[in-house]
Each structure stands twice: as C-alpha cells, then as structure tokens.
C-alpha cells in the first residue's frame, strides 16, 4: 500500500526541504562540531538531519514491535525519498515463485518514438534488513535509476521476516531473476544485459543470487549493484562497535535484523545468507560496491570487494566517506544526489547503456 503522509508528515517534509536548501556555510555552522572518524568527517547535512531524526523518530526500531517498525520505515522512505521521478510507464506484475506470486512493478524509461530494441533491466531489491521495506519504500530509488540510467528497473517485494524467515528472501529473489531472464522477450529487455541490485539487504540478496546462479551454470546475471550490502552474516567486523550508535543503523538494527531473518538454529554462514564466506567467488559479474563510510556494514562490504578482486571479478569498490546507511535513499541531500547521479552512470556502463 502507498504510505498516506499525515499533515504533521507533510509540515516535516517541507521543513527538511527548506533546512537542505540553505547554504552549506550555514548547514555547517548548524551541524556545528564535525564528527571525524578514520579521518573523515561526516556530511554537515546528514549531521544536522540525524539530530533532527533522532528526536521526532523516538524509539528505535528493534524496540518496537514488527508492524510499528514496518510503518517506521515507510513513513522515513516518504519523508526523505524526495519526489518521483518521471518514467515512460509503470505496471504492476506478479512474479511466479516457489513460495507463491511476489509482487513487483515494472518502471520503463522514456524512449523516442518508434525505439523497439531490447531494454537493459535491473532487478532491484529493497532494504530493510529482510523484514522490513517494500515496492513502495523503494520506489523513489527504483524510478530515479529506470529515468535517469535509461533501463527498466523490476522493483521486487520479496517476502520478510519473521514470516517468512531465510531462505524465503533468497528464494523469491532467485526466481524474480530467472522468471525476467525467462520472460525477457515479454518484457521488452536483453536477457543479456539483466543487472541484479539493491541495499543492505537488497545488496545481500543480489549477492548471494549472483553467486548461486553462476555456481548452477548459469543463467546468470550481468552486472551486481551493490549498495552498502550485508555480506557477513555470522562474523564480527571492526565497523560493527565503530558504528554501533548514532549514525541511522545500528548494531542492535542488524543483530534483531538478523535474529528475525536466521532464528536460532540456522547456519548463517550459508553463502545465500553469508557471501562473503563463500569458499569460491570466481566467475561472478562484474560488481559494482558502496560502502558508508559511518556505517556499521562497512568493513564487510569492503572484504567482499577484496575478495572478488582476489578472486580475478572486475570489481569498483567506492567508498562514501562522509555518508551513513543507505545513502542512495536520501537523494534530497546534496551527498545523496551525487552518490545517486554516480551510480547512475556506473549501472549505465555495466549495463553498456548508450547515449
């Protein structure tokens, strides 16, 4: 369901709206001392609007109930998503998978008149830590990346936790890709050129299906995005109690994150859950990786990037100093944006979208 913003929704909005527009001297001086970390400080804007956060958001949400933090994390999407980008079309499908239909929607950019050949496609998952997001929280990143890369964007609601827990996500994952790859002809894309990406979580399942298919023989993916993905589901990482507070995820997010998706009992070293543990990533796609600099997923999402380049994967790791968990849903700030327009033309080149 589209989240209904309330009127003290909208009042924030627009408040937001108007703090980012200031100049950054002003942002600054308001953000007032910088947080540094590894010799990076974080950016003013996000500073400033994590003080802001923290006081009108309340409880975290691995305190509140599933369904509260559910709304949580719509009502934050709408707050700071930004406006919906214009695209040629929009439909909504249902994905024939293993568990039952999955619900997604097909965004086509616009095209000149008369173009038929194939479009590039991305599959793009959703975050929220496999329990929490939607089609609709997403939406804002999934229609900027169909308008401003030109492909079509497949934005997949996946089933969640503690519902449904692992491997249902990996499951309906997998089967979105290859239902695409199947379907290609009807949805008008290049079944060689089907991109898997998402964040945080999203990132963790383009992963783990790019590895799984290319293990089965194929088919497999031509390109991963992965946005600040979860790749370790069992070790400890320095980033872990760097980032545990303050910063928009924290380390009680993931570790109820992870209890809700893998109850106890369950291997989470997995490569569908843990990547990153693998015993062999060769021949994987090529990958494209960013991390948050503030963010306690960091230092995992950096080790899998070494280890496909260890493994002979061309592979761009890009490191967002300054950014927290998951930049490429703020697009209101200026940081947001830029790492937004970035992506865009990295999924462009991975794709080999021409201009």
Not at 188 to 205: E, F, K, T
Request: hydrophobic share 45%; net charge negative.
């Amino acid at each position: 369901m589209t989240y209904v913003p309330t009127r003290l929704d909208r009042v924030q909005r627009a408040s937001f709206a108007a703090l980012l527009a200031l100049p950054p001297a002003v942002t600054r001086r308001l953000a007032g001392a910088p947080h540094v970390v590894d010799d990076a400080p974080l950016d003013a804007q996000i500073q400033v609007g994590l003080r802001i956060l923290s006081r009108i958001s309340g409880r975290e949400l691995d305190e509140r109930t599933v369904a509260d933090a559910r709304a949580t994390l719509e009502q934050e999407s709408w707050l700071f998503g930004g406006d919906l980008a214009d695209v040629g079309s929009s439909r909504d499908l249902l994905v024939p998978g293993p568990g039952g239909a999955i619900p997604a929607r097909l965004h086509l950019p616009r095209r000149a008149p008369g173009a038929r050949e194939p479009l590039p496609l991305l599959i793009w998952f959703h975050g929220g830590g496999w329990v929490l997001g939607s089609i609709e929280s997403h939406e804002s990143v999934a229609r900027n990346l169909c308008a401003l890369a030109e492909v079509a964007v497949l934005n997949v609601g996946y089933r969640l936790a503690p519902e449904h827990p692992f491997p249902a996500a990996f499951v309906d994952a997998e089967a979105a890709f290859l239902w695409a790859h199947e379907q290609a002809a009807d949805l008008g894309v290049d079944p060689a050129r089907i991109a898997l990406g998402g964040d945080s979580a999203g990132g963790n399942l383009s992963a783990a299906v790019s590895l799984a298919r290319t293990r089965a023989g194929g088919p497999s993916p031509a390109f991963q995005l992965l946005i600040v993905p979860a790749t370790d589901l069992e070790g400890a990482h320095p980033s872990h109690e760097l980032f545990a507070n303050g910063y928009f995820l924290t380390r009680a997010n993931m570790d109820w994150y992870k209890d809700l998706y893998l109850p106890a009992g369950m291997d989470r070293s997995d490569p569908r859950a843990s990547p990153l543990l693998a015993p062999d990533l060769s021949g994987l796609p090529p990958a494209y990786i960013a991390v948050a600099g503030f963010d306690p997923l960091r230092d995992e999402g950096v080790a899998y990037a070494e280890r496909l380049r260890a493994a002979g994967v061309p592979v761009t790791l890009r490191r967002f100093r300054s950014a927290v968990h998951p930049f490429i849903n703020i697009p209101i700030t200026r940081m947001g944006r830029a790492a937004l327009l970035e992506t865009v033309g990295t999924l462009r080149q991975g794709l080999s979208v021409q201009s």
